[in-house]
């Protein structure tokens, strides 16, 4: 059965960091794609970032509106993925969830069950 | 960037109803639309991918349609547990979701 557990989240204060991890169980992680989706309390879905499999060049794209301040990282020995966020502002306040992107059309087909950030002070 | 519109933003149904949503892309996306299904408090769900390709496991009362800039979800018959919001989603060029198609009790 595939598995995609966020963790990380929490509270953290405007301008800092936070590094929110995937473990991922079930699937050969090395063979697909990764990306991570946001939902902002109330708001809709707001993809933001993702990491082609080693086998692609392990290569990254971003959101616009997290372009320079995130970064999306995987280890394969470990099936994780990595979404380290920088300079954090108050609307990134969201619940984020990490999904694996299969097919040729690259759809998320998986999802994990999501992790709070909320960025106040 | 492409932007995906959704309409209605929501609707109210019965159950046993037919109901369907329609999403629109800003420029041609060929077939690549995808459609997800969301509840509080439970993980997004995969309905149909590449316009009208179900997703395995996806109740066969769920369907997609369209190409280029319009695309369909329609379910035929509506059940207790398909009230939630429902998100088309392209990945063409990059991704963008559109702004949701929330469906309520009527």
């Known amino acids: 059965e595939v598995q995609l557990v966020e963790s990380g989240g929490g509270l953290v204060q405007p301008g800092r960091a936070l590094r929110l991890s995937c473990t991922a169980s079930?699937?050969?992680?090395?063979?697909?794609?990764m990306s991570w989706v946001r939902q902002a309390p109330g708001k809709g879905l707001e993809w933001v970032g993702f990491?082609?499999?080693?086998?692609?060049?392990?290569?990254?794209e971003y959101a616009a509106s997290v372009k320079g301040r995130f970064t999306i990282s995987r280890d394969d020995s470990k099936s994780i993925a990595y979404l380290q966020m920088n300079s954090l502002k108050i609307e990134d306040t969201a619940v984020y969830y990490c999904?694996?992107?299969?097919?040729?059309?690259?759809?998320?087909?998986?999802w994990g069950q999501g992790t709070l950030v909320t960025v106040s002070s | 960037d492409i932007q995906m519109t959704q309409s209605p933003s929501s609707l109210s149904a019965s159950v046993g109803d037919r109901v369907t949503f329609t999403c629109r892309a800003s420029q041609r996306i060929s077939s690549y639309l995808n459609w997800y299904q969301l509840k509080p408090g439970k993980a997004p769900k995969l309905l149909i991918y590449a316009a009208s390709s179900l997703q395995s496991g996806v109740p066969s009362r769920f369907s997609g349609s369209g190409s280029g800039t319009d695309f369909t979800l329609t379910i035929s018959s509506l059940q207790p547990e398909d009230f939630a919001t429902y998100y088309c989603q392209q990945s063409y060029s990059t991704w963008t979701f559109g702004q949701g198609t929330k469906v309520e009790i009527k």
């Open positions: 999904t694996r992107a299969g097919g040729y059309y690259y759809y998320f087909d998986y």
């Open positions: 079930g699937f050969t992680f090395g063979d697909y794609a």
């Open positions: 990491i082609r499999r080693k086998a692609y060049g392990g290569t990254t």
